[in-house]
């Protein structure tokens, strides 16, 4: 199994490379010039000339790709553009935001899920089924900046008991800050994971090793939460994995909402002035932290069920 | 005839000793979009201590879920009607949540047809029987961890303390039967419900698990129902038959009386139907004519007059009730001796 993920981290460098030169083409071709941006509508073209080659955008492309890529994997992502301020220090700022908002919203949503998927699988067709599945679809269905708006409305100002947004201070602070924020993301998580669960965990109850743990007169509780879930957990594991890589570069809309000084907030931003550094900067970070996440999913499965294990072994 | 058809209840032989098992006038239904499905209808049966009941018949006879019923275990959304289901002289289908758990876990184990996918994939069979003992006998970790190292070598697992760290998809079936049967042991049951538990196996896998049952049953006095759509697996494991068609016990014999002087058509049929390696007879391979039956159109009577050979007009009045045909053997055909 080691073998297996130190092989899939090896792997993902050739993928990161491929990241920072389709996206450093890419950004090029978007109409529009930081300078011009930066400098404002009266710039003269010997002002622009002269800081395009300060910046050293007047270069060959090949050659601006080349010195991106050593001193990127020399751990060195440039200098912003318009902030003036190295795009290591940005982005590194802005990362642990983004990442506590998205820790804190996938544990709220299997905080979520997984008993109301639980339930649903035990009560299949049933009243309780029922309400959960039309809840959840209500829950998934609501846009996230509506549904955003619409908890700050109930909890910061009818119940004044959280903050509206922001970033707090400390542990503490940071997660009564991120509540909100973590809780629109979750109910819009919740329901996909609910579903897949309420589906894997229909198939592994209805399965010949669960007719046969009842047999030998095991309790309800212990057939269904241990012995049917661990088998229904590795398509749960899939959903999030690949969740998660979505969230991590669309949590824009909440984390705009909500005021949180996050990874996308600034993307927004750095694409609208065409910070190149830095928008490059961060599709890095955000290749680098979906390749993690499935090499952690990918982990989680072998941890879970023993034929992927052997499987990994085999590779 | 007429005497035969009014002879009691008690005259029954398979009522003479006491039986650890007693099934009276068992009916489970389905209910279906066309109407009630019985896929037992009215079946009588009893195992003594220590004895091999084969429960034969074709596939959609009743005998998988009759053999379920015993533990409670009828699948959704059947239903158990009515009858009684004594075991050591209580009837189980009175019994509480509880008291279901109980049995199960300490009186009646079951084996199943395809031991690949009855195992848990995700866990190690250390584990699995383990798990057993633990919750079902109140052993230790370590006591338990033992204990499952005995059961396997039992079982005739090679290396047994070494398999316990294996998983289910890294055994043959063979072997895998093997656990099952080990995990069925685990809580000294008293009957055993062995459903098909040869039929996913090789021939010659299939003699070695028959064999090691067979072994187990005398060690441990335990009574079994070894339910079976082959005759051939019937005619070596048990000791007295009963033959189901269409939800009802058509007759119940010892081994030997059953194949040497089968009583009931369906029990010819099925005898006649088995593949006969004899070289005048190679090619021949009989089968029973017509359909399984469709438990939604049963004719009245008889359900097996469609495709009996010894059809006639009074097999729609006949009342399926077993009677005596000698001491050891009865059969619900009272036209089975005319004139054959």
Same mark, same amino acid.
């Given at each position: 199994?080691?073998? *297996? ?32 941006? !930066? ?6 073209? $010997? ?8 910046? /050293? ?14 001193? #990127? ?37 299997? +905080? ?9 699988a ?8 029922? +309400? ?15 549904? /955003?708006? !619409?908890?700050?409305?109930? *909890? ?33 998580? &919740? ?8 589906s894997s965990l229909i198939e592994a109850i209805d399965s010949d090793y669960v007719e046969a743990a009842r047999s030998r007169?095991y309790?309800?509780?212990?057939v269904v939460?241990k012995l049917a879930m661990r088998n229904a957990l590795v398509p ?28 996308? #907030? ?35 499965? &072998?941890?879970v069920d023993p034929r992927v294990?052997a /499987?990994?072994?085999?590779? | !005839? ?6 009691? %209840? ?28 019985? &896929? ?10 220590? $004895? ?7 596939s959609?006879?009743?005998?998988s879920v009759?053999c379920r019923?015993?533990v409670?275990m009828?699948p959704h ?27 199960? #876990?300490?009186? +009646?184990a079951m084996i199943f047809q395809d031991p690949a996918s009855a195992l848990n994939p995700v866990f190690t069979i250390?584990h699995q029987i383990?798990e057993v ?22 079982? /005739? ?9 294996a998983y289910p998809h890294e055994m043959s079936g063979g072997m895998r039967q093997r656990v099952m049967i080990a995990m069925a ?8 419900l062995a459903d098909e538990p040869t039929t996913a196996l090789d021939?010659?896998i299939q003699?070695?698990v ?8 005398? $060690? ?7 339910v079976s759509h082959?005759?051939?697996? +019937? ?71 469609? %495709?009996?050979?010894?059809? %006639?007009?009074?097999? #729609? ?24």
């Amino acid at each position: 199994m080691w073998g *297996f993920l130190g092989r899939r981290v090896l792997h993902s460098i050739w993928v990161l490379a491929a990241i920072i030169i389709v996206s450093f083409l890419v950004i090029r071709l978007i109409p529009g010039d930081p300078v011009v941006q !930066m400098l404002g509508l009266q710039a003269t073209p $010997e002002n622009i000339a002269a800081v395009n080659e300060d910046l /050293g955008l007047d270069l060959p492309m090949g050659q601006q790709i080349t010195s991106f890529v050593q001193r #990127a994997f020399q751990g060195d992502l440039g200098t912003s553009i318009i902030k003036r301020a190295p795009v290591n220090d940005i982005v590194f700022d802005r990362l642990l935001p983004s990442v506590y908002l998205l820790l804190y919203a996938t544990v709220l949503a299997l +905080i979520i899920s997984v008993p109301l998927g639980a339930l649903s699988a035990i009560y299949r067709n049933r009243v309780p089924d029922q +309400i959960v599945r039309l809840t959840s679809m209500v829950s998934f269905a609501m846009p996230q900046f509506w549904l /955003g708006l !619409m908890l700050i409305l109930l *909890f910061a100002i009818q119940l004044d008991v959280l903050p509206s947004g922001g970033y707090g201070e400390g542990f503490g602070g940071i997660l009564l800050h991120l509540t909100l924020p973590a809780l629109t993301i979750g109910l819009y998580l &919740a329901p996909q994971l609910m579903r897949t669960l309420r589906s894997s965990l229909i198939e592994a109850i209805d399965s010949d090793y669960v007719e046969a743990a009842r047999s030998r007169g095991y309790r309800e509780s212990r057939v269904v939460g241990k012995l049917a879930m661990r088998n229904a957990l590795v398509p749960l594991i899939s959903v999030l994995s690949i969740n998660i890589g979505f969230l991590i570069s669309g949590t824009v809309i909440v984390e705009v909402v909500f005021q949180v000084p996050g990874l996308g #907030a600034l993307l927004v931003q750095s694409v609208l002035n065409r910070d190149y550094p830095v928008i490059q900067g961060l599709i890095l970070v955000f290749g680098a932290m979906v390749i993690l996440v499935n090499i952690l999913a990918d982990a989680a499965y &072998a941890v879970v069920d023993p034929r992927v294990r052997a /499987g990994m072994a085999a590779e | !005839m007429t005497s035969l058809d009014a002879a009691p %209840r008690t005259d029954r032989p398979e009522a003479s000793a006491t039986p650890l098992l007693t099934i009276e006038g068992l009916r489970i239904g389905f209910p279906s979009l066309e109407g009630l499905v019985l &896929a037992a209808n009215d079946a009588h049966l009893t195992v003594g201590e220590g $004895e091999v009941l084969g429960l034969v018949g074709e596939s959609g006879s009743g005998k998988s879920v009759t053999c379920r019923a015993i533990v409670g275990m009828v699948p959704h959304p059947g239903a158990v009607l009515g009858g009684r289901i004594d075991f050591a002289g209580r009837n189980v289908l009175e019994f509480s949540k509880a008291e279901m758990r109980e049995l199960r #876990a300490r009186q +009646i184990a079951m084996i199943f047809q395809d031991p690949a996918s009855a195992l848990n994939p995700v866990f190690t069979i250390g584990h699995q029987i383990s798990e057993v003992l633990r919750l079902n006998a109140g052993l230790s970790r370590a006591e338990a961890r033992n204990r499952s190292i005995e059961l396997l070598e039992r079982v /005739g697992i090679p290396a047994p303390d070494r398999r316990m760290s294996a998983y289910p998809h890294e055994m043959s079936g063979g072997m895998r039967q093997r656990v099952m049967i080990a995990m069925a042991l685990a809580g000294e049951p008293r009957l055993l419900l062995a459903d098909e538990p040869t039929t996913a196996l090789d021939v010659t896998i299939q003699d070695q698990v028959l064999r090691l049952l067979e072994d187990l049953r005398r $060690e441990r006095n335990m009574s079994m129902i070894l339910v079976s759509h082959d005759m051939g697996v +019937i005619g070596t494991a048990a000791d007295r038959v009963a033959v189901m068609y269409a939800g009802r016990i058509v007759e119940v014999a010892p081994t030997d009386v059953l194949f040497s002087r089968p009583d009931h058509p369906y029990t010819r049929a099925l005898i006649d139907a088995m593949p006969q390696l004899t070289p005048e007879d190679r090619s021949d391979l009989r089968t029973i004519p017509g359909q399984p039956p469709d438990l939604l159109k049963l004719p009245e009577g008889c359900p097996f007059a469609p %495709r009996c050979p010894l059809a %006639r007009d009074e097999c #729609a009045e006949v009342s399926m009730e077993l009677t005596a045909v000698s001491p050891a053997q009865s059969s619900a055909c009272p036209f089975a001796r005319d004139g054959s």
